[in-house]
């Protein structure tokens, strides 16, 4: 099993938690979570069977994480999950996504920088907890 990927998100001024996690080799699934306040708005799962019994076994599976997590993140930017946000859907994409992140004292930075972090959710929610 591969640790998860952890994303704080700001858009159209409210935070969203994105978390990517590996179900291990007995449960070959990848899934990716967008939270916001705790609660759980939107899913994605892949299977990966299929690769189980590959020799790179991290490696693929922590490309397909990475991938999965950058395309919630991208999903989430482009508005095609406002209407799981409780947003209106709006045609096009939105540019008013920023990212908190805790290792940077809470500063916002640009759209993709920073999306992957090995950081254990715990730690980030401790974070985020320390700079409220």
Known sequence: MIGGFNTNVRYKGRMFHVQTEDSGKANPKIITLLYEGGVILYSKKMDYAQHVESD????????LMELQHRQML??????ELDEAAGFE???GPNTQLTFDSPGRGGATVEFGDG???DTPLGELI????AES
């Open 56 to 63: 790179g076994l991290p490696e693929v599976v922590r490309e």
């Open 89 to 91: 859907a709006q045609a």
């Open 74 to 79: 991208r999903s989430l930017k482009n508005g």
């Open 115 to 117: 999306l992957i972090t």
């Open 126 to 129: 401790v974070g985020h907890l």
